[in-house]
């Protein structure tokens, strides 16, 4: 049997991916699912845009690109911190403003969780 990790998933991150296509939100979930059995998908990389310890799926879908950034480290559960519909005018960065967006959530988690 394998040790799962729940995932959890902050409302406006859920919101935001329920409104991604459903082929989409399926091969995302399916990423997921490896994190949470403990692997990481071939779609999933570190994300560089926060300290250690959180990861962003990438996936491209149509001519779209869309995002779900989740981190590991911040209790027993795997937790969704954002979704978005990558809409970047600078190639393969992701936007500053939702970089600082997934920063100050994630800060914010900490605190909670302390």
């Given at each position: ?26 091969e995302m ?5 490896i994190a ?79």
């Amino acid at each position: 049997m394998r040790n799962t990790r729940p995932i959890s998933w902050l409302k406006a991150a859920r919101k935001e991916f329920e409104e991604f296509p459903a082929e989409a939100q399926r091969e995302m979930l399916s990423a997921l699912t490896i994190a949470a059995e403990g692997g990481k998908a071939d779609i999933a990389k570190p994300f560089k845009g926060v300290d250690g310890g959180a990861f962003e799926i990438a996936l491209k879908h149509r001519g779209d690109a869309f995002r779900v950034i989740y981190a590991v480290q911040l209790g027993p559960d795997l937790i969704v911190v954002d979704a978005f519909q990558k809409k970047s005018k600078s190639g393969i960065k992701t936007p500053k403003v939702d970089v600082d967006r997934i920063k100050d959530r994630i800060k914010r988690l900490k605190e909670a969780l302390r």
